[in-house]
T-cell receptor, first 114, second 115 residues
Framework: DQQVKQNSPSLSVQEGRISILNCDYT??????FLWYKKYPAEGPTFLIS?????DKNEDGRFTVFLNKSAKHLSLHIVPSQPGDSAVYFC?????????????FGTGTRLQVTL | GAGVSQSPSNKVTEKGKDVELRCDPI?????LYWYRQRLGQGLEFLIY????????KSGLPSDRFSAERTGESVSTLTIQRTQQEDSAVYLC?????????????FGPGTRLLVL
């Protein structure tokens, strides 16, 4: 049972344009969401997060939007740069039990072309 | 070093052998996690250590998997009688404490291949 889903395995965007990566979740207990970026042969690196009490969080070129009613979040990167080419993982955590464990999606590979 | 380190970076073993994977968390981080990522899949939670509390082992896939952590330092993940389905990247992460909204910092992973 995949509780966090990233339905697009890959995305190609031109440099300077907006990249939009999508993520859906099914567990209504999730209340904290994160995006991680992963380069080959490296561990995931934290990018940006959002709490369920917010619907938007912005950090420089990166903005995460959360739509709780739709159980959907998205990561916007604008403008996209070649160095943004990586695999992006959406992750979620709840506030009970092993609250701090993260449940990950399968990732979206972003390719930013020149 | 400043980050989470893991060793070995790569491990090839024969089916049925035991393997031991090591994680050195960031100094001072009380919480430590193990995840694994099989080919084409997302990261799966395996086990969580928080200070001196009993570890949460709810993600371990079978009793062939075990992990230990000494205090707030090194952790080892042991897989006994390895199977081909154990082939994956095993990732360790640490965080300052167990706060649900704190960032987890990941190591580079150990790529395990079971032949």
């Amino acid at each position: 049972d995949q509780q966090v889903k990233q339905n697009s395995p890959s995305l190609s965007v031109q440099e300077g344009r907006i990249s939009i990566l999508n993520c859906d979740y099914t567990n209504s207990m999730f209340d904290y969401f994160l995006w991680y970026k992963k380069y080959p042969a490296e561990g995931p690196t934290f990018l940006i997060s959002i709490s369920s009490i917010k619907d938007k969080n912005e950090d420089g070129r990166f903005t995460v939007f959360l739509n709780k009613s739709a159980k959907h979040l998205s990561l916007h990167i604008v403008p996209s740069q070649p160095g943004d080419s990586a695999v992006y993982f959406c992750a979620a955590s709840g506030d009970t039990g092993t609250a701090s464990k993260l449940t990950f999606g399968t990732g979206t590979r972003l390719q930013v072309t020149l | 070093g400043a980050g989470v380190s893991q060793s070995p970076s790569n491990k090839v073993t024969e089916k049925g052998k035991d393997v031991e994977l090591r994680c050195d968390p960031i100094s001072g981080h009380t919480a430590l996690y193990w995840y694994r990522q099989r080919l084409g899949q997302g990261l799966e939670f395996l086990i969580y250590f928080q200070g001196n509390s009993a570890p949460d082992k709810s993600g371990l896939p079978s009793d062939r998997f075990s992990a230990e952590r000494t205090g707030e330092s090194v952790s080892t993940l042991t897989i006994q009688r390895t199977q081909q389905e154990d082939s994956a990247v095993y990732l360790c992460a640490s965080r300052l404490s167990g706060g649900a909204q704190e960032t987890q910092y990941f190591g580079p992973g150990t790529r395990l291949l079971v032949l």
